[in-house]
């Protein structure tokens, strides 16, 4: 089992940038991939962004490319995601999540981060 802690939520005005960090612990081994997912009032969860271990691979949602930049630590088992140019519509709780790298099933959560971007 993987521990993630996640941070570095908060109240925005719309431009303006946040980073988020999430930080691994226990079987970290396991978080060959880690990523980013969101989830807005009244909607579904969806997915973000995603980085494998050696962070040769990224991947983005089509609606956050080229504003916000996944990174990791392994040092510090740390995921970081910048966010830039913020619009109301990125509001949401952000969530860290941790996979193997054999299995596309997410079993490893944090409890999540309020991002919330004032028009």
């Known amino acids: 089992q993987v521990q993630l802690v996640e941070s570095g939520g908060g109240l925005v005005q719309a431009g303006g940038s946040l980073r988020l960090s999430c930080a691994a612990s226990?079987?970290?081994?396991?978080?060959?991939?880690m990523g980013w997912f969101r989830q807005a009032p009244g909607k579904e969860r969806e997915f973000v962004a995603a980085?494998?271990?050696?962070?040769?691979?990224?991947n983005y949602a089509d609606s956050v490319k080229g504003r916000f930049t996944i990174s990791r630590d392994n040092a510090k088992n740390t995921v970081y995601l910048q966010m830039n140019s913020l619009k109301p519509a990125d509001t949401a709780v952000y969530y860290c999540a941790a996979r193997s790298s054999s299995s596309y099933e997410w079993p490893n959560w944090g409890q999540g981060t309020q991002v919330t971007v004032s028009s």
């Open positions: 226990g079987r970290t081994f396991s978080a060959a991939v």
């Open positions: 980085i494998t271990w050696s962070g040769s691979w990224t």
